[in-house]
């Protein structure tokens, strides 16, 4: 009985970490991480963080993560310092999928 | 057992004769209140369906057959409103889900069991209206544009903008012209992203956009979301000068709104609508987003060459080690997007000097670059119209009416002189000459000043005609480039061509038509916020004028004094302009 719940909780997450998102929320993230990618790079240096914020509560919305996490995440060096939208896309892809399970990208 | 069955047959009997009572009932009331009322004729119904008056009857502006239930709707409110009460007593899905605001409009008139299908979306909380202003690069963006977003608490990121656009199959010029007046365009209520729409009008257009919360009551705001659902079942012609997408905001505002919004004719403005609604106590919290590009040229305009050079080169070259002086970075930073957007082969290199531009502002905790919204203390007009009376210092008055008229001269401490001016009617008289009436088509006026970043350039367009004894005609184009020095003067050189058979300078006929060319060069002063010294030479009918000119706006009015030398004559002129 033991083994089969190992093994069960072994293959869910095997499963989770496969899982890509519905496409209406896929479209969303990729459509509005891509657009805003300019704005999403001032909002880290700025006080102020309207696109950051919204950006987390999409992936939020979508992972059931809370929105705390992906901001942590977008406030890294990392993201602040990346200059390429399709990258910074892809890594936050990455870092979905690692906190959460789900992607919106496939890689 | 048989006196038990004979029991429940009658109750059966007595239910059946109840429930059949009060159909006839509920139907009677309706049919009654269906010819007592005339509901089809009312605004109401009349405006949820877009129906205008044709002499005869009416005819809606829906052109798809799907927006009506009848075959012959589009024509017939009385036959579409009462097929409609029909399937709204019985209650019929389809009806419901495709018309949900008919449906809530018939069912409160009526008295009628409300039993709605569709969902609205409860995120929404407030619709805010908002006005980008005019874009002279684009004829149809010169008189601004309107759309409504449709805020979600989480705010405008989260929100949607619904808008009417027109299909314009990227045609432009003639072509554009052409099929936009006269109605060749198909256009649509359009619901996208308000991010992604913005972006367009901040950063490729660098308009600047004022935003109103539009004062809806619960019941309203219902009604815009339900009255949005039908919307998608049609598409409505466009015309440029009176079925644009003011129009048809104002008549989606009327079809859901208490307060009603005038429609203009022969042409609509998104002035008219914000206007109106600014009469009627219907808009609240103004607030303006100046474009990026004018925060980026006051920046620039202060910054001294090898600062400029440095601002050139955070836009063309990637850069190892950013400048530290915060001018310099908010300067690039301010244009960045606008160069990413508009610039796409510098994308790359413009992406990675930000992010060391950010760096170092952020070591000199000073981060703050994007512009924000700055409100208003309460909504004010906007001025859309002029009239103006002037002595030329001959002997000879005028009086002249523009209902077309936007001016950067609204906001009086702007250097740049953007101006559009249609449709303009005058009368000059005086004991010297005959009385003259004139008609000035249009009168464009876009003086920017030029950088090398934005590489921005100036032109000038006028087309009049006037009589005078004879039918007198003036048509004129320059174009050139013009320079900011210091924010407190502009200095500006035009060079064109004019057709006429008049000269509208010296008020004199020509001696044929001819085309002529002509030369100006200029500098506007802006001596205080509501003064300004505007000097020009101007080489135009083959002939020199030296013209000073003095302005001063207190308020409305902006009083102008001005000397105008030719050859060997000098006149002191005055005029008193009214916006309004």
């Known amino acids: 009985m033991k083994h089969f719940i190992v093994l069960l909780l072994f293959c869910s997450t095997a499963f989770m970490a496969q899982t890509k998102l519905e496409s209406t929320l896929s479209t969303e993230l990729i459509s509005f991480t891509l657009f805003n990618y300019d704005n999403l790079i001032a909002d880290s240096y700025e006080d102020q963080s309207p696109y950051m914020t919204q950006l987390a509560y999409l992936l939020g919305r979508a992972t059931q993560v809370p929105e705390s996490q992906y901001l942590a995440i977008l406030n890294r060096a990392s993201f602040k310092t990346e200059s390429s939208p399709i990258n910074y896309m892809m890594a936050l892809n990455a870092k979905t999928k690692e906190l959460s399970g789900y992607y919106f990208v496939d890689e | ?580």
């Open chain 2, 1 to 580: 057992m048989p006196k038990q069955k004979n029991l429940v047959g009658i109750i059966l009997l007595m239910n059946k004769i109840r429930v059949g009572i009060l159909i006839i009932g509920v139907t009677l009331n309706v049919v009654g209140s269906m010819w007592a009322s005339d509901f089809h004729t009312s605004p109401t119904w009349l405006n949820a369906l877009y129906y205008e008056p044709t002499g005869s009857g009416y005819k809606s502006l829906a052109e798809s057959p799907d927006f009506f239930i009848t075959p012959t709707g589009q024509l017939d409110p009385k036959g579409e409103y009462e097929a409609s009460l029909d399937l709204v007593i019985k209650q019929d899905k389809g009806f419901k889900t495709k018309f949900p605001y008919r449906y809530k409009l018939l069912t409160t008139f009526h008295d009628i069991a409300y039993h709605p299908s569709v969902t609205l979306d409860e995120k929404i909380v407030k619709t805010v209206i908002a006005y980008p202003n005019r874009y002279m690069n684009n004829p149809a963006s010169m008189f601004g544009h309107i759309f409504l977003v449709l805020e979600t608490e989480r705010g405008p990121l989260d929100s949607d903008i619904l808008h009417y656009v027109a299909e314009t199959n990227g045609d432009t010029g003639l072509p554009y012209m052409a099929k936009g007046l006269s109605g060749r365009y198909r256009g649509w209520f359009y619901r996208e992203s308000y991010y992604k729409k913005i972006k367009y009008y901040n950063y490729v257009e660098d308009r600047d956009i004022l935003y109103y919360d539009l004062k809806l009551t619960e019941d309203e705001q219902e009604n815009l979301q339900l009255h949005h659902l039908e919307l998608q079942n049609s598409y409505f012609y466009y015309y440029f000068l009176d079925k644009n997408c003011s129009f048809f905001i104002a008549k989606l505002l009327n079809a859901v709104m208490a307060e009603q919004v005038a429609i203009k004719w022969p042409y609509m403005m998104p002035s008219h609508v914000m206007n109106d609604l600014i009469a009627s106590d219907s808009l609240d919290n103004e607030r303006r987003r100046v474009a990026s590009t004018k925060l980026f040229n006051a920046v620039f305009n202060t910054l001294n060459r090898h600062e400029k050079q440095q601002v050139m080169r955070l836009l063309t070259e990637e850069i190892d080690t950013a400048p530290t002086d915060p001018k310099v970075l908010k300067a690039f930073l301010l244009s960045s997007e606008y160069m990413i957007n508009n610039h796409s082969p510098l994308a790359a290199t413009v992406r990675q000097n930000r992010i060391k531009a950010y760096h170092a502002l952020e070591r000199q905790n000073d981060t703050a670059v994007r512009p924000t919204e700055t409100p208003a203390t309460r909504p004010t007009i906007i001025p859309s119209k002029v009239l103006e009376a002037s002595y030329n210092g001959k002997d000879r008055y005028q009086l002249e009416y523009s209902p077309i008229y936007f001016s950067e001269y609204q906001h009086f401490d702007k250097l740049n002189i953007i101006d559009v001016k249609a449709l303009s009617l005058g009368v000059a008289t005086g004991p010297e000459a005959p009385t003259k009436y004139t008609l000035d088509l249009i009168e464009l006026t876009n003086i920017k000043e030029y950088n090398v970043v934005l590489n921005s350039f100036s032109w000038t367009f006028k087309s009049s005609i006037a009589y005078q004894d004879e039918f007198l005609f003036n048509h004129e184009f320059m174009v050139g480039r013009a320079w900011n020095l210091f924010n407190k003067t502009l200095i500006y050189g035009l060079v064109g061509g004019t057709y006429a058979n008049y000269d509208d300078m010296s008020d004199l006929h020509l001696s044929d038509s001819q085309v002529l060319e002509t030369l100006e060069v200029g500098t506007l002063n802006q001596l205080s916020t509501t003064l300004k010294l505007n000097l020009k030479y101007s080489y135009k009918y083959r002939n020199d004028f030296i013209i000073t000119e003095l302005l001063y706006k207190p308020q409305k009015i902006i009083y102008g004094l001005s000397l105008t030398s030719k050859k060997d004559e000098t006149l002191l002129g005055v005029s008193f302009r009214v916006l309004f």
